[in-house]
């Protein structure tokens, strides 16, 4: 079946670096999405993706949908403490989500 | 304008007993999908449900476990004689309206079920 594989699994960066996370499939996409989860919460929707090679912004938030529709890679720029969290890839029909990028900040 | 509703926030059953997760959909959404989330892990499709209908079960396991989205009231979740695996959380989500699954779906808070 598709599998989502995300990197790096977590990632501990100071306040105010840019982050880069991305997520690779073994089989084509045709939509990708970017999901931020809080403790003790439920997924939010950060970004939607539906063409090969498209890139969207969302404030401070860039994804970009492979041009091999494989792959797509979501960057965070001037990180800030309320960016920790874990962050989710899914794709297509039934959203099969990879395991997270759990991002901490360091004070 | 309420989201997601799911209760309860946190259930704890001893093996074999059952236990019934709800979800109430946001105003005006009739698609309903449940997920289960392991420790450490993604969240895993479950089912997809419209009102009264079943549209979608191919993530639930074949046994123990069922779904109902009735006309009426919120959408439930039915484990019956739980085993310690079925300790995780099931989250709930709702879209408006299904013109491919990627509809933006909106997710409750999730219901952590533990088996003692």
């Known amino acids: ?107 | 304008n309420a989201g997601v509703m799911q209760n309860p926030r946190h259930l704890v059953r001893r093996r074999g007993q059952e236990a019934r997760l709800r979800c109430s959909p946001m105003k005006g959404h009739s698609h309903v999908y449940w997920y289960r989330q392991l420790p450490e892990e993604g969240l895993k499709f479950m089912v997809y449900l419209q009102k009264e209908n079943i549209i979608d079960e191919s993530g639930m396991p074949k046994e123990r476990f069922s779904a109902e989205f009735p006309k009426e009231g919120p959408s439930i979740l039915r484990i019956q004689q739980v085993v310690r695996g079925d300790s995780a959380a099931y989250f709930c989500a709702s879209s408006l309206q299904r013109t491919g699954y990627t509809d933006t779906q909106y997710f409750g808070p999730g219901t952590r079920l533990t088996v003692l």
């Not at chain 1, 100071?14 to 996409?29: A, L, Y």
């Not at chain 1, 890139?55 to 797509?72: E, H, M, P, V, Y």
Request: proline share 5%.
């Open chain 1, 1 to 107: 079946g598709q599998q989502l594989n995300q990197s790096p699994q977590s990632m501990f960066i100071q306040e105010g670096e840019d982050v880069s996370m991305n997520c690779t499939s073994s089989s084509i996409f045709n939509t990708w999405l970017w999901y931020k989860q809080d403790p003790g919460e439920g997924p939010v929707l950060l970004i939607a993706l539906y063409k090969a090679g498209e890139l969207t912004s969302n404030g401070r938030l860039t994804a970009q949908f492979g041009i091999t529709r494989k792959d797509s890679f979501l960057n965070i720029s001037a990180s800030i403490p309320s960016d920790v969290g874990i962050y989710f890839c899914a794709g297509d029909d039934k959203i099969i989500f990879g395991k997270g990028t759990r991002l901490h900040i360091l004070p």
